[in-house]
Nanobody, 124 residues
Framework: QVQLVESGGGLVQPGRSLTLSCSSS????????IGWFRQAPGKGREPVSC??????TTYYDDSVKGRFTVSVAGNTVYLQMSNLKPEDTGRYFC???????????????????WGQGTQVTVSS
């Protein structure tokens, strides 16, 4: 069973920083790469950052490029968010993409497993 648990969300003022965690397992990370997506009220799940396991690069959406950074340590995938903006508000999810399926894009329906998400609200 694949298990993903997001944590670290909260209320933060614009311009501040916040780091989210996606806690998984060695079994999961050996067989999947991780992507971060977010969903604002009334909108669909949109890509934030995805690890391309086919070439080892990391994709960042233009809206977060230069402000967000993904890193992996142990069994946790981190999303470090800096200079947060109100439009970053949403529920953030990490998803698992099977490594045996070639990476072809940071799209939500390529990810077979999801955590419950963690809420990030950027407001003054």
């Amino acid at each position: 069973q694949v298990q993903l648990v997001e944590s670290g969300g909260g209320l933060v003022q614009p311009g501040r920083s916040l780091t989210l965690s996606c806690s998984s397992s060695r079994w999961t990370l050996d067989r999947h790469s991780i992507g971060w997506f977010r969903q604002a009220p009334g909108k669909g799940r949109e890509p934030v950052s995805c690890i391309n396991h086919s070439d080892g690069t990391t994709y960042y959406d233009d809206s977060v490029k230069g402000r967000f950074t993904v890193s992996v340590a142990g069994n946790t995938v981190y999303l470090q968010m800096s200079n947060l903006k109100p439009e970053d508000t949403g529920r953030y999810f990490c998803g698992a993409h099977p490594k045996h399926v070639p990476f072809r894009g940071c799209v939500w329906n390529s990810y077979d497993w999801w955590g419950q998400g963690t809420q990030v609200t950027v407001s003054s």
